[in-house]
């Protein structure tokens, strides 16, 4: 496909939207998207005339990257599978980003985007309105791929005292365990464990984060980790699906007492920081509870 035609692919999917300023979506598949939820509704609120449209891109990321800064758009979400993909397409890139190897929010400046990982923050900022802390704490994450690189990163910024990452294939928890105590003056900060060896974490309190996709459907059991009385050790719990609002992880913390989130809080906030970063502002209290408002009803009904 030549740059002309993806620049008119990209127009195609403004055509009869009447806007000063443009956002975006690149990923695959992306129909399903609640993005264009939160944007266009900070937009209609501020009267920022922006309108946000999703686009599943197939092949050409870059070029894909560069057609949209040059039509002037002045943001970009990225989402599966291109968070890793599209940093060789990007003029800078935040720190945090850098660290966590994956972006999700592209801002546009001088010489081309910037990016950003949006998620990392947003989980942060939806365990903080929920009354937790993670700093000195100790964390159980269950999972070692995408998802969980911006969890553990979150730990070591936010500075838990403790987290073992608990995955099928220990080879991967290790490499992500290795990738995060290199930062670290605390050199074993981050625990790798096999799901099968899960006996040996130490007898305590935690927070669990569920960072697989085990509950995405139906019939989905519990991720990793089958024996109920392991889960007994949460004082606090989140798990990073958000549809269906209560997957069996979420269930078997509300049978024991214990408090536990779903991901839609961090879907709202990750959309937040990255609209703030893009329209240089502050998203107020009272908008944010309409557009959680508006994600609920959309979701669950």
């Known amino acids: 496909m030549s740059k002309i035609d993806l620049k008119d692919k990209i127009i195609a999917g403004y055509r009869n939207v009447e806007s000063d300023k443009l956002l975006g979506i690149f990923g695959n598949p992306i129909k399903h998207t609640l993005s264009p939820v939160i944007h266009d509704t900070i937009s209609d609120y ?26 002037g758009i002045i943001g ?27 972006v999700n929010t592209l801002v546009r400046s001088q010489n081309g985007y910037k990016g950003y990982n949006t998620d990392m923050e947003g989980l942060y900022r939806s365990i903080i309105e929920a009354n937790e802390d993670i700093k000195d704490k100790e964390i159980i994450m269950l999972g070692a791929g995408g998802a969980a ?22 080879d991967k928890a290790q490499r992500l365990a290795e990738d995060m105590n290199a930062m670290d003056d605390k050199s074993s900060r ?6 099968d060896k899960y006996e040996t974490v130490p007898e305590g309190r935690y927070i669990f984060i569920q960072c697989t996709s085990v509950g995405l459907k139906e ?20 798990d990073l699906i958000y549809n269906p609002a209560k997957t069996a992880f979420i269930k078997l913390m509300e049978d024991n007492n214990i408090p536990a989130i779903n991901g839609l809080k961090m879907l709202l906030y990750q959309g937040i920081i990255a609209n703030e970063l893009w329209n240089n502002t502050k998203i107020n209290n009272e908008l944010t509870a309409q557009i959680y408002d508006k994600l609920y009803k959309k979701i669950y009904g």
């Open 46 to 71: 501020y009267s920022f005339n922006e309108r946000y449209i999703p686009f599943e891109i197939e092949d050409n990321l870059g070029d894909y990257v560069k057609a949209a800064y040059d039509l």
């Open 76 to 102: 970009l979400n990225i989402t599966v599978p291109y968070k890793e993909k599209v940093i060789p397409y990007l003029s800078d890139i935040d720190e945090d980003a850098k660290k966590i190897g994956a």
């Open 149 to 170: 690189r911006a969890v553990a990163y979150m730990c070591f910024k936010y500075k838990a005292s403790k987290a073992y990452i608990i995955n099928r294939s220990v």
């Open 190 to 195: 981050f625990i790798s464990i096999s799901s």
């Open 219 to 238: 019939d989905d059991g519990l991720p990793l980790v089958t024996d109920k009385e392991f889960y007994k050790q949460a004082c606090f719990a989140v």
